[in-house]
């Protein structure tokens, strides 16, 4: 669906989702501004997989810099899209 976004004009791969929207989903941590869709279908935002307790909501990595499997990510993203066409996508 991304893609498809992407050839629609509605998202750029490249640019970063918090021009998309005005939710944080990382309070205090500039990075979170250099994460861009690409970055999610990459498994390359930083995020862990999923946040726990024991694990709270952060990056942990440069975004682009490296491979890490994240979950949380791929729900930034949905909520992102969610947000730019108004639904779920369901």
Sequence with gaps: MVIKLAEKGVIDLEVPLTKYTNERYVANDPRL???NARH?????TGFPNWRSA???MGINFTPGSKFGYSGEAYSYLQSVITKLTGHGGQ
Excluded at 40 to 44: K, P
Aim: proline letters at 9%.
């Design 40 to 44: 999610v279908l990459m498994h390359a």
């Design 54 to 56: 024991d694990n709270p």
């Design 33 to 35: 501004d250099l994460i």
